[in-house]
């Protein structure tokens, strides 16, 4: 059995070590360079702007693949983090071996390796985005007996020329529909080939409700969706970051953009980077009890999400344009609310498969319904979008985490936001005015950061500078009342959104 799984698994890693990728090592990744005529090295690691930076090596020598495998190699710290000086900026960039993969963008046989940080004394970076996310999950566990998993979903527009008039999509009506009526179904259908092959696990993919054609050279945006499937945290932020960088460059091959930006035009679906997450404990999926009910940690959980949510958009929801997403009646949240099923809140509760056997017995005669569905139960916030810097997003989700669990306040939270209906609907105004509001600009964000900066240095998972750097970014956008200007001036708006066509 345990065979069958490495000979259908896509990562070529896996099928030809036999082996998960936690269990690489450095003798596994020698071995499988050397029989399979590999000529280059690809270290990878993560920016202030949380893109994918790469350093190439061509493979010298068995000796200098060694060297590099055990000690890394030197970058400038200072062009890649904003928070360290010119005078000290060396640092060390070291492979983590269960990251490997086949390079499936370059014509040279490549193996990319993802990198943590080290500073000049060999101690873990302790601004470094991969070490922070590392941080708040052990003090999750440490303090809860805890882990998080997670996984997010990738809404993009892709962005087109077309004189091609046939089969148009339908406004704001293009969910999960097919070839004719959508144009990058092929596109959409190879990110997701490629990333299984590289060992990101993917959920599927399909088509997103936005479809914009603008009067600018017939420039027409396609919304579609990846998401991806459950990791732990530490793993989830990786393969957010690749697979944005394995996205794009398909979208290259193609001839067109894509974008992550959370809003492209007024009127239009905004694009979203929901998170789900569940909670694990010694392996088991913990989010429901014996009766198939939200468990309690379930619900401490969601209560510590509402305490920090205002200042977790500081990492989820980080340029003005992320604000012109955030508005009634396009299924993104503007206050602090949970429920079940509902879109219109900030925390929903996807539908599980609670108590239910093999579905599939009911319409096909050939099979038996005695099958298992548990551990799948998440909880989904709906705030973050592709602006997002997704290390200090999970990490920061996993400090509200801690708190909800370790609080009791949070269960009054949870209690007190509850809600069961569309908030945006007129007949609950009055709901919707009595419940606390996100913040509505980079700036208010800003603001509750600051105010939560004490929780989200707890145990030492974020440091002072990172929280104050993050604050100071924010409130150069000057944007305390752009949001409220550029509704008013749909021109003006559209103009403003093409500086953040390519954010995240």
Not at 28 to 48: C, S
Not at 203 to 226: D, L
Not at 405 to 429: A, P, R
Request: glycine letters at 6%; one cysteine or more; aromatic letters at 10%.
């Amino acid at each position: 059995m345990i065979d069958e799984e490495f000979r259908l698994n896509p990562n070529k890693l896996v099928q030809f070590l036999r082996k998960r990728p936690s269990e690489f090592t450095k003798e596994d990744i020698i071995r499988f360079i050397k029989e399979n005529n590999i000529k280059m090295l690809d270290f990878n690691y993560v920016g202030r702007d949380d893109r994918l930076k790469t350093l190439n090596f061509v493979i010298g020598n068995e000796k200098h693949l060694r060297q590099l495998l055990d000690f890394g190699e030197r970058v400038d710290g200072s062009s890649l983090f904003p928070y360290i000086g010119v005078g000290n900026s060396d640092l060390y960039v070291v492979p983590r071996f269960k990251t490997a993969f086949i390079n499936p963008l370059s014509s040279i046989p490549t193996l990319n390796l993802l990198c943590s940080y080290f500073d000049g004394n060999g101690k873990e970076l302790d601004m470094a985005p991969e070490y922070i996310v590392k941080k708040a999950q052990h003090e999750l566990k440490k303090k809860t007996g805890i882990i998080l998993y997670a996984f997010g979903e990738l809404e993009y527009y892709v962005i087109f020329r077309s004189q091609d008039e046939l089969f148009p999509g339908t406004f704001q009506n293009n969910y999960h529909e097919s070839r004719p009526f959508i144009k990058y179904e092929d596109m959409r259908k190879e990110i997701l080939y490629v990333l299984a092959s590289i060992g990101v696990k993917t959920k599927y993919g399909h088509a997103e409700v936005g479809n914009i054609i603008t009067s600018e050279n017939n420039t027409r945006f396609e919304q579609n969706e990846i998401e991806l499937a459950l990791e732990p945290l530490e793993e989830m932020a990786d393969h957010i970051i690749i697979a944005k960088w394995i996205m794009r460059n398909i979208a290259v091959k193609y001839g067109v953009e894509i974008t992550f930006a959370p809003k492209i035009a007024a009127g239009h679906a905004g694009t979203g980077l929901h998170i789900h997450i569940a909670a694990m404990k010694d392996s088991r999926n913990v989010m429901l009890n014996d009766a198939g009910e939200l468990s309690e940690t379930t619900k401490r959980i969601i209560g510590g999400l509402l305490k920090l949510a205002p200042s977790l958009t500081a990492f989820g929801n980080t340029i003005p344009t992320s604000y012109l997403r955030l508005v009634p009646h396009q299924e993104a949240p503007t206050n602090l609310c949970w429920g079940d099923k509902n879109r219109s809140v900030l925390i929903r509760v996807p539908l599980g498969w609670r108590k239910i056997s093999c579905l599939s017995s009911l319409i096909n005669k050939t099979e038996s319904g005695h099958y298992s569905c548990e551990g799948r139960q998440t909880v989904e916030m709906r705030c973050p979008d592709g602006s997002a810097n997704i290390y200090l997003l999970l990490a920061g989700i996993a400090v509200a985490a801690k708190n909800g669990l370790t609080n009791d306040e949070s269960l009054e939270l949870t209690k007190k936001f509850y809600v069961n209906v569309d908030i945006f609907k007129d007949e609950n105004k009055e709901l919707q005015e009595k419940l606390e509001h996100l913040p509505s600009s980079c700036f208010e964000s800003a603001e509750k950061l600051k105010e939560h900066a004490p929780i989200y240095q707890e145990d030492g998972v974020f440091s002072k500078s990172i929280l104050e750097g993050l604050e100071k970014k924010l409130k150069s956008f000057n944007d305390k009342d752009l949001n409220n200007e550029l509704k008013k001036d749909k021109q003006k708006a559209e103009e403003y959104v093409k500086n953040f066509i390519h954010c995240g």
